[in-house]
């Protein structure tokens, strides 16, 4: 699956400390929301989840996904801004300690071990290919 290239701003920001809102479609078409790690793996924006949670069941029915992340910096008119990624979620198993330990370090410290269980479940990654940028900042198309 081919998407669209993360700017420099969209990628540091999706690097950073803040927590993502995550929008998948549930079972009724309405929203179903929850906050979580984010990071970027190649081209890819990933989450990664020990247990089977309810946005996994949501993205393997339907993979359509919308990414919602704060910034802490104001625009010229002094709105904080904000990056929204819509795309494409493929929900694999495996790999999700690893992938948690690495984020834990971005949101938690350079010194924590995370999960902090021996023997973590193999739990789920979430690739998430970006097909349209939104928000308000750089990453945002003119003239929106």
């Not at 999706?14 to 790690?37: K, M, R």
């Not at 330990?101 to 949101?107: D, G, I, S």
């Not at 973590?120 to 940028?133: A, K, N, Q, S």
């Amino acid at each position: 699956m081919t998407g669209i290239p993360l700017s420099l701003a969209a990628r540091e920001l999706l690097e950073s400390d803040a927590v993502a809102h995550v929008v998948t479609i549930d079972e009724d078409g309405g929203p179903q929301v929850t906050a979580a790690w984010v990071g970027i793996d190649g081209e890819d924006i990933v989450i990664a989840t020990l247990p089977d949670q309810r946005k996994l069941r949501t993205l393997r029915r339907d993979p359509r996904i919308a990414i919602s992340v704060p910034s802490t910096t104001r625009n010229a008119w002094g709105l904080l801004e904000y990056l929204v990624v819509y795309g494409t979620a493929r929900v694999t198993e495996g790999g999700a300690a690893d992938m948690l330990q690495r984020l834990a370090h971005t949101y938690l410290g350079p010194d924590v071990v995370f999960p902090g269980m021996p023997d973590p479940p193999p739990g789920f990654v979430t690739r998430i290919t970006p097909e349209r940028l939104g928000g308000v900042g750089p990453w945002s198309p003119p003239g929106r």
